[in-house]
């Protein structure tokens, strides 16, 4: 062709004809255009396929990622040895996949900025394995605040050893197999949010940041972004804590940076709450902070005094076993050792002064006590709580004292759970009622109730 400039791209689509002609209809308009401008493209254009341009002039090329993406591979060559070009990446702090057919440019100086890259050039293109990064020996492999990470079966980066600005080296080789190059930048602050639990739920073991650059870190035991622990305890993945008013938990976050680095310099608040570092382990790093299960507020001033102090709702513990006291009455909300094998849940407790009667059970008050075998109910328990003995898995003898329980006092799933061989023992008279009650509360058929 007598064109006096001339430049082709072709695709090698691996996803379908479809994705092909809309990819080149969106970069091009014609077969053949001119190349004394510089060309831009966009990730949102790219479909899957190898991106393959050939020119006889020099060309400049800027590939914009205005979002996260997948590429088979980029190939750029020359028809004259002559001509040369530039490749440039932008980030915008987005992530491009690259595939078997890695990244090859035909003496053309390359710049990646504010990227994330992943290329893995460990299966063959074309019938042989092709290096991760390639430029003619000469031009420039320049990195600028960017996450790079090649895994070959050649050479990570060809000739040229790159320059790195705000990144660096963090291991491997660019020489190598492998390496991995990580930004430098320092992330000031951070913003985190938890669900904060309210007494008688369970963890929530989820969190959001406010920054897009800022993730969440799979952490301990758990993978989600939080754990939640009172004292030595740790609550991870599968283990419910039962948060109760008036205790202290501490709620540990683990944060990462896609681009930069968390540090213990890193400011950050957890709901609003000055957060402590804890630990810094490849990359990721752990802050916390301690929440108290708020008491319920008291009656303002308004209302009588005296009965404002009657409706006082106190958590107290008594023996082995903690309660909430109102009205004069006392709630049995769990067991002090939530490795106990044996709890009796008392007719009353003593208060100072004062002999309380116990008169419920709270909800999930031992729910998921995988050593508790036997139970005693007291005298005067009126009502039972939602899960209560929720998945006491080895929970067999339950001695039930009370008269007073009836089908609406017992909350749902209260015994779901409970081991299929339980032996349920009763006041005589509520021995026909209690049975056909408590089968609708997770009982099985398959106990035995005396």
């Not at 990064?133 to 079966?153: A, H, M, Q, V």
């Not at 660096?168 to 938890?194: D, K, L, M, Q, Y």
């Not at 309210?198 to 799979?218: P, Q, Y």
């Not at 209260?414 to 408590?438: M, R």
Request: hydrophobic content about 35%; overall charge positive; proline content about 3%.
């Amino acid at each position: 062709m007598n064109t006096k400039q001339y430049f082709r791209y072709r695709i090698v689509q691996r996803s379908g004809l479809l994705a092909a002609i809309v990819f080149v209809s969106l970069l091009f308009t014609g077969n053949v255009v001119k190349a004394d401008i510089n060309k831009t493209v966009y990730a949102s254009e790219l479909a899957g396929s190898v991106w393959e341009a050939e020119y006889n002039d020099n060309a400049n090329i800027t590939l914009i990622l205005d979002k996260d993406c997948k590429i088979q591979g980029i190939r750029q060559s020359f028809s004259d040895w002559e001509n040369e070009g530039k490749f440039r990446i932008i980030g915008n702090g987005h992530k491009m996949k690259v595939g078997s057919a890695g990244i090859n440019l035909d003496a053309s100086s390359l710049k990646i900025e504010n990227a994330i890259i992943e290329i893995d050039t460990t299966q063959k293109y074309n019938g042989s394995y092709q290096y991760g990064i390639f430029t003619n020996t000469g031009y420039p492999i320049e990195f600028s605040r960017c996450n790079l990470d090649i895994k070959t079966s050649s050479r990570a980066i060809g000739d040229n050893y790159p320059v790195l600005s705000e990144c660096a080296v963090e291991s491997g080789s660019p020489g190598g197999e492998n390496v991995s190059i990580r930004a430098t930048n320092f992330i000031e602050s951070a913003r985190i949010t938890v669900t904060e639990p309210k007494e008688g739920e369970t963890a929530n073991l989820m969190c959001s940041v406010d920054d897009e650059n800022i993730i969440v870190s799979r952490m301990l035991n758990n993978d989600k972004g939080i754990t939640w622990s009172e004292g030595e305890k740790v609550y991870g993945l599968g283990e419910d804590c039962v948060f109760q008013t008036g205790h202290t938990y501490r709620c540990t976050a683990g944060i990462q940076a896609k681009l930069g680095k968390v540090t213990s310099a890193t400011k950050v608040k957890i709901n609003g709450h000055d957060a402590v570092f804890a630990e810094e382990k490849s990359g990721h790093s752990w802050f916390y902070y301690d929440f108290v299960i708020p008491v319920p507020q008291k009656p303002s001033e308004n209302d009588n005094p005296d009965s404002a102090a009657k409706n006082d709702i106190k958590p107290v513990t008594v023996g082995v076993g903690t309660y909430t006291v109102q009205n004069g009455e006392a709630a049995f909300t769990g067991p002090v050792k939530k490795t106990a094998r044996t709890v009796t849940v008392p007719a009353a407790i003593k208060v100072g002064d004062q002999t309380i009667k116990v008169t419920a059970i709270a909800p999930n008050a031992f729910k998921s006590m995988k050593k508790l075998t036997t139970v005693t109910i007291g005298k005067n328990i009126k009502s039972i709580g939602a899960k209560a003995f929720y998945k006491c898995k080895a929970l067999r003898n339950i001695k039930i004292k009370t008269k007073k329980l009836t089908k609406k006092t017992i909350g749902s799933k209260a015994f779901t759970g409970i081991n299929k061989k339980a032996v349920i023992k009763s006041p005589k008279a509520k021995k026909k009622d209690y049975k056909k009650i408590l089968l609708k509360k997770g009982m099985k058929k398959s106990m035995t109730f005396k």
